[in-house]
């Protein structure tokens, strides 16, 4: 890992003021370094703000297809808090100065590079096929909930997966921070949507 050059804290200064996103903080163990663009740190950012899009746009997806108000607040709270902490992936690698798009394939940081992608779009753990977004798109009612709720389980779980290699594998504190919170939250909804698929007669794929 490198020293922070004034460009990189010119830029910290920048996106702080703009309410982007907070980044380094005094004592913050690793504020002081900037990965390297293969590294765990990058690799995870890079990734995990490919993997929480989906999960955005699955969410505002089902928002139209039910006027069920538990689907529709879980969905809400989805989409927000993964738009927000993709927001600050994507700022650690402005900050970092390191490229959002890597030549090697997902998951590379975790050893997992060879893992073949699915040919029909899922780039990484628990991500739905473009197949099973459109069928999400085309459903609704009690159907699109279900739905929905399996697929986001799927996607949770993978989630929890990368999110935990971050844990073990990143440098910079205030990411393992983020990655921790992400493991803990998202196992939490695992379980609610478990509870959610059993009201609705249904259960995870």
């Known amino acids: ?5 004034p460009i990189a804290a010119a830029a910290a200064l920048a996106l702080v003021g ?24 990058a690799g995870f950012a890079r990734d995990m703000a490919v993997h929480h899009q989906q999960a955005v746009e699955m969410s505002y997806v089902v928002r139209d297809r039910t006027r ?5 607040r879980l969905a809400y709270d989805i989409a927000q808090t993964q738009a927000n902490q993709r ?3 994507l700022g650690w690698l402005d900050l970092w100065e390191l490229p959002k798009v890597s030549a090697d394939p997902p998951m590379t940081w975790m050893g997992m590079g060879d893992r073949a992608a699915d040919e029909d779009g899922a780039l990484m753990p628990g991500m739905a096929t473009r197949a099973e977004m459109e069928r999400l798109g085309k459903l609704n009612g009690k159907q699109a909930e ?3 709720l399996q697929l986001m389980t799927d996607h949770h779980k ?14 910079v504190g205030v990411e393992k921070r983020l990655a921790r919170g992400m493991v803990e939250a998202q196992r939490s909804e695992i379980e609610l949507m478990a509870g959610m698929l059993r ?3 249904a259960a995870p794929r």
């Open 87 to 89: 927001g600050m992936m």
């Open 199 to 201: 009201e609705r007669g």
């Open 158 to 171: 993978g989630g929890v997966h990368m999110a935990q290699g971050c844990v073990d594998k990143c440098e």
């Open 1 to 5: 890992m490198r020293k922070a050059g």
């Open 68 to 72: 069920d108000e538990e689907v529709r």
């Open 18 to 41: 703009a309410g982007a996103f907070t980044y380094a903080v005094a004592g913050d163990e690793g504020a002081d370094v900037v990965p390297s663009a293969r590294s765990a740190d």
């Open 146 to 148: 279900i739905f929905f």
